[in-house]
């Protein structure tokens, strides 16, 4: 079972602002990174560390950590970000990996 | 511009060993700031993280794999590869290569993240 929890899907009208959320006991020492995975593609990293964004994300994608929960915030979501988000961090021994289950986003 | 590429057989027989590579271009592995990871997807289902190496050798597995898994790293060809033994149909999956960032820590927070990705490849476990 995955040591980060997220919801299993959300929806969005076109335009308005979602947030994705992963909890986990590790991510009050650890920061998120987030990753949007569209079908038959790989994933993309969208967010990382206190709110990194890499090259060519837009920024309507921003990121905020709060206690044990992460956060993944669409302002303005447009058609083509509907896709599943996975969380990431460590686990509990900080010395492997682990993904969130994933949040379907549907734009409406 | 830095890019992954994997490689290896899609059809694997049960309980035998799947060996893959991943050829980097565009960079040097040997690279003091990053490491580089194997991740899979089953079909339908979310991501597992398998392992994370350096250029050095140094190696980190995901512990429900470790006793199946071994990432090893060629600097000399730019590559490093996955072995995954006792295959089972639960392997079946896409098999993602991937770099990742060395660990930043500020303020007692620390982060690090899979910033490129190969376009993966499809492993299917089957008689």
């Known amino acids: 079972s995955s040591e980060l929890t997220q919801d299993p899907a959300v929806s969005v009208a076109l335009g308005q602002t979602v947030r994705i959320t992963c909890q986990g006991d590790t991510l009050g020492r650890y920061y998120a990174s987030w990753y949007q995975q569209k079908p038959g593609r790989a994933p993309v990293l969208v967010i990382y560390g206190k709110m990194n964004r890499p090259s060519g994300i837009p920024d309507r994608f921003s990121g905020s950590s709060s206690g044990n929960t992460a956060s993944l915030t669409i302002t303005g979501a447009q058609a083509e970000d509907e896709a599943d988000y996975y969380c990431?961090?460590?686990?509990?021994?900080?010395?492997?990996?682990?993904f969130g289950g994933g949040t379907k986003v549907t734009v409406l | 511009q830095l890019q992954l590429q994997e490689s290896g057989p899609g059809l694997v027989k049960p309980s035998e060993t799947l060996s893959l590579t991943c050829t980097m271009s565009?960079?040097?592995?040997?690279?003091?700031?990053?490491?580089w990871a194997w991740i899979r997807q089953p079909p339908g289902k979310g991501l597992e993280w398998i392992g994370n190496i350096y250029y050095s050798g140094s190696t980190s597995y995901n512990p429900s794999l470790t006793s199946r898994v071994t990432i090893s790293v060629d600097t000399s060809k730019n590559q490093f590869s996955l072995r995954l033994s006792s295959l089972t149909a639960a392997d079946t999956a896409i098999y993602y290569c991937a770099r990742r960032l060395g660990e930043e820590c500020h303020n007692n927070n620390c982060y690090d993240a899979f910033d490129i990705w190969g376009q993966g490849t499809m492993v299917i476990v089957s008689p």
């Open positions: 565009g960079g040097s592995i040997r690279s003091n700031s990053h490491y």
């Open positions: 990431n961090s460590r686990d509990s021994g900080g010395n492997h990996w682990v």
